[in-house]
């Protein structure tokens, strides 16, 4: 079990925005903690957690975006690589080192849960620069229904452009939010052209510890391994997962042209 590293911001260190009042008391679910997966080797682009944004590694922009986001204790970053760690340090973030053969973003916060104490995890993706406190919001909004809800995640209008599009996951729900399933086929088939709305998911997912603890301890599922899609181990093995709508979508770092267009969006923010 590795510690965590505790570090004190730098002076006159700020956060790109001021933070914003959760729309929604969250008290009542406990302890909030934010990891942070920062992969280092990244398959479809290689070191994206340390390529730079406007002068800034793109790791930077996510911490801060998570640090202004008022409803987590703690923000911390799951590193696999000393250039990762020693940017932490630069930086004050707290951060744990993980074990560079773990497979997941999730295997990776489980590491960190097994010193870091919490009633809810977020999984904050390391790729992930314009999360703001509304997505958080609308993640923790279903774990106020009850203790039933065990994991949840967020969804959001699919562009026309995307429906077809495997990159970008689509999700069905139950009328009640209950997540039926997630492809990165066109779900669902539209037979007779009755338009139906298409949703788009956002890869944020917040854990209660309990089902955290389980998740891990399960084998890739076959609908996982055909798809690619972790959160499809979670429905095969009967974990209750809800999905909560936003209104607007982010951007995932994955490839030369994400970089450019969170740039461009970024340079625009801060005019």
Wanted: charged content about 20%.
């Amino acid at each position: 079990m590795l510690p965590v590293v505790y570090r004190n911001r730098p002076v006159g260190a700020k956060p790109i925005t001021a933070p914003v009042a959760p729309s929604s008391d969250f008290s009542s679910l406990g302890r909030i903690v934010a990891v942070i997966p920062a992969r280092l080797a990244s398959t479809r682009l290689p070191r994206k957690v340390v390529r730079p944004l406007l002068g800034r590694p793109l790791l930077h922009w996510v911490v801060e975006a998570a640090q202004c986001c008022p409803q987590f204790q703690q923000v911390i970053v799951a590193v696999d690589s000393d250039e990762v760690a020693e940017l932490c340090e630069q930086q004050g973030w707290h951060y744990q080192r993980t074990d560079p053969e773990l497979p997941s973003g999730t295997d990776r916060m489980y590491a960190v849960a097994q010193s870091v104490p919490a009633d809810l995890y977020v999984n904050v993706q390391g790729d992930e620069p314009l999360l703001e406190p509304a997505h958080i919001d609308a993640l923790l909004r279903p774990f106020l229904l009850g203790s039933h809800v065990e994991v949840s995640t967020v969804k959001t209008p699919c562009s026309a452009a995307n429906i077809t599009n495997p990159n970008a996951v689509k999700v069905v729900t139950a009328s009640d939010g209950r997540a039926l399933y997630f492809s990165r086929a066109t779900i669902p088939y539209d037979r007779d052209g009755t338009h139906p709305p298409y949703w788009k998911h956002l890869g944020l997912y917040a854990y209660r510890r309990a089902a955290l603890l389980r998740f891990a301890g399960l084998h890739p599922t076959a609908l996982e391994q055909t798809e690619r899609l972790e959160q499809l181990r979670l429905l095969e093995n009967g974990l209750s997962l809800y999905v909560e709508a936003v209104d607007f979508d982010t951007v995932g770092v994955d490839t030369e042209e994400d970089l450019l267009r969170v740039e461009a969006l970024l340079a625009g923010r801060e005019r």
